[in-house]
């Protein structure tokens, strides 16, 4: 029976291995097989890029004060919101003081106005709130949005949901090129793209690398388990957020009291997460990929405390 692709991979790794071992003494080459057992793989070199979103930085007088708050606790990277009243120079006065990069923005009325609402005034709405976040992102050199596509909800069939929300989004695929910005669907609690191959099969829809997927980990704990959901998004991830989820809390003392919990003392398996993003490569990135802590933020010694615990999190 000739070998699958898999038998014959393995077959060519551990063949100069056995060619060495053949040249031992069948007690000595027991010993060298038992030791090569014991000994651990060398771990990939993770170039994951930290971030934290700016709603989290409970100190500071201006966002100067702030970006410069999250730089001491060791944070490279920031996710701001997108429309805002704050003026686009204030940001970039203070990304180029303090040296803190935004990233990513996020679309601040995907919420209030979904995409998929039945009012067209709605609809036209979040379409002008989209093309601004979408504006403002390339202003600020960030590479990415973050979008939730559409809420499902009785008023809102699932089914329509789905084809309007890729409908709209479809509209601003050529400002999103012109301006060389990724529109990142999110994956929350909107009951909407429930399963990770409905989630791939969503931004595979559009053909269009331009549209990719902002995935979520503490966000999936609920329903699902984060690293199958890495592994079958795969190359479509480009930004994830930082966050854990506990099921006993759930279960004793309601839903969203499975947020409060630290970084690593949930559900979320991060030994598996990171070994998910190992095999698609989102870790190992030559030019690193950003992950963006997403929780209770707080005081320069909280904020230091959850940069501590992604380090933790990051050499698993």
Not at 54 to 62: A, F, L, R, S
Not at 155 to 167: A, F, I, L
Not at 217 to 245: E, M, S, T, Y
Not at 305 to 313: A, C, K, T
Request: a negative charge; glycine letters at 8%.
């Amino acid at each position: 029976m000739p070998l699958s692709r898999r038998e014959l991979l393995h077959s060519a790794a551990i063949a100069p291995a056995l060619g060495a071992l053949a040249a031992l003494s069948p007690r000595a080459a027991a010993h060298q097989l038992a030791k090569t057992a014991e000994t651990p793989a060398a771990s990939p070199k993770r170039t994951l890029r930290k971030a934290a979103m700016i709603g989290m930085v409970g100190e500071g007088e201006t966002l100067r004060d702030k970006f410069q708050l999250l730089r001491d606790c060791g944070f490279e990277g920031v996710e701001v919101d997108s429309p805002t009243t704050i003026e686009q120079k204030e940001v970039l006065d203070a990304a180029a003081a303090t040296g803190l990069i935004v990233h990513g923005a996020v679309n601040s009325v995907h919420w209030r106005l979904p995409l998929n609402h039945p009012s067209d005034k709605i609809r036209d709405q979040a379409l002008q709130g989209l093309e601004t976040c979408l504006r403002d992102a390339a202003a600020f050199g960030a590479s990415s949005i973050l979008l939730v596509p559409g809420i499902v909800n009785d008023d809102m069939p699932y089914d329509e949901c789905y084809n309007v929300s890729q409908e709209q989004i479809r509209k601003v695929i050529p400002l999103a090129r012109e301006l060389k910005v990724t529109i990142a669907v999110e994956n929350v609690w909107n009951g909407f793209l429930l399963s990770p191959l409905e989630a791939a099969r969503y931004v595979d829809d559009f053909n269009d690398p331009i549209v990719a997927f902002h995935f979520d980990i503490g966000n999936v704990i609920n329903f699902g388990r984060p690293a199958q959901w890495i592994r079958i998004l795969g190359q479509r991830i480009v930004k994830i957020h930082i966050k854990d989820f506990n099921l006993k809390n759930r279960d004793e003392k309601g839903l969203w009291k499975g947020f409060d919990v630290e970084l690593g003392e949930g559900n979320a398996d991060w030994p598996a997460v990171m070994r998910a993003l190992d095999a698609t490569g989102f870790s190992t990135a030559e030019q690193g990929r950003w992950a963006t802590a997403e929780v209770r933020g707080g005081d320069r010694g909280r904020l230091k405390q959850i940069s501590e615990q992604m380090d933790r999190l990051f050499v698993m």
